[in-house]
């Protein structure tokens, strides 16, 4: 005697395919994980994790009601556990897949060198290592070619023939008029100002990074550069010198006494001994700035590569 099969049992044989709508679910998140990072902002780990199973959900419910409702309640259950596991999982691999980007930028600064006069000398491919690497490149190369322009329109003006009676014998422009020297200035201001904004964008940047707090302070103190309120303070002092020492000069009272300024009064004597004594010191500040630069440059080297030794999911 044959027996019939239920109704129901016949439902769940013909329509019921939870295994393939498991899978499909499954083959969604694994595209999700891969492409996700390229589309996605970068997120936090318990964002990307809640993503990640609110998404399998998702797909659970498009599977559910295309074909899982007609199964066993084992297997509904079965596959939202499953796809709610596999979202999050999906979640962790975007993560990761972030932390190795960031790692990848952060190996930049781990392998940065100071040059002779005491610029960075930035690896070679550094600008498609990342964001941070990119923006650090750039501003980096900006504050070089500000340091440029500001040398360059110094020499345009025949700010380094004040120290020698000679050259400003050859080339008197300057003491014609030393009003150029307040152009100077505001050239400096200028230069700090968009110094200043390169810089804060940048550190913005190190501090919402996908990685360890050790690395990010470390590419922070790499990045600081030379303090830029200090600079400019420096830069601004030696021109004021400069002025002074510009406007003694104009009233042409200096003879050139082989190759060393002779003066006939006192009192330019002294301005031209004061602001001597002036430049040396400021000189030597402007070695002090530079200096606490490059230990924090090198210290921040350091970090980053302790924190890069380390794996990939640790936290600093």
């Keep these: 005697m044959i027996e019939e099969t239920s109704e129901p049992a016949r439902d769940s044989a013909r329509y019921g395919q939870p295994v393939v709508a498991t899978l499909a679910g499954g083959a969604a998140l694994v595209l999700a994980a891969i492409a996700g990072p390229w589309i996605v902002p970068e997120q936090p780990l318990g964002v990307l994790l809640a993503g990640g199973a609110l998404i399998g959900a998702v797909l659970w419910l498009i599977g559910y009601l295309s074909t899982t409702r007609h199964s066993a309640l084992p297997w509904v259950a079965g596959s939202l556990a499953v796809l709610l596991a596999a979202g999050a999982g999906a979640g962790f691999v975007m993560h990761g897949q972030y932390e190795s980007w960031a790692r990848a930028d952060a190996s930049s600064f781990a392998e940065l060198e100071l040059g002779p006069e005491g610029s960075p000398k930035l690896p070679q491919g550094i600008a498609g290592r990342g964001p941070i690497s990119k923006l650090y490149a750039q501003t980096v190369q900006a504050d070089g070619g500000d340091a440029r ?47 200043g904004e390169r810089h804060a964008a940048l550190a913005k940047a190190i501090d919402t990074a996908s990685l360890p707090a050790s690395a990010r302070q470390g590419i922070a103190l790499v990045a600081q550069g030379p303090d830029g309120a200090a600079l400019l303070a420096n830069q601004q002092a030696m021109l004021d010198a400069s002025t002074a020492l510009c406007t003694m000069l104009a009233g042409k009272r200096w003879t050139n006494n082989m190759g060393y300024f002779g003066f006939g009064s006192g009192s330019d004597a002294a301005v031209f001994a004061q602001v001597q004594v002036r430049q040396r010191m400021l000189a030597d500040g402007l070695g002090a700035i530079n200096g606490a630069a490059a230990e924090r440059f090198t210290s921040g080297r350091e970090m980053v590569r302790d924190a890069l030794s380390r794996s990939v999911y640790t936290s600093g």
């Design 149 to 195: 322009e500001l040398g360059a329109a110094m020499g345009k003006a025949g700010l380094g023939n004040l120290n020698s009676p000679y050259l400003l014998q050859q080339d008197p422009r300057l003491i014609e008029n030393c009003g150029v020297i307040a152009g100077l200035k505001q050239l400096a201001a200028d230069q700090a100002k968009r110094r």
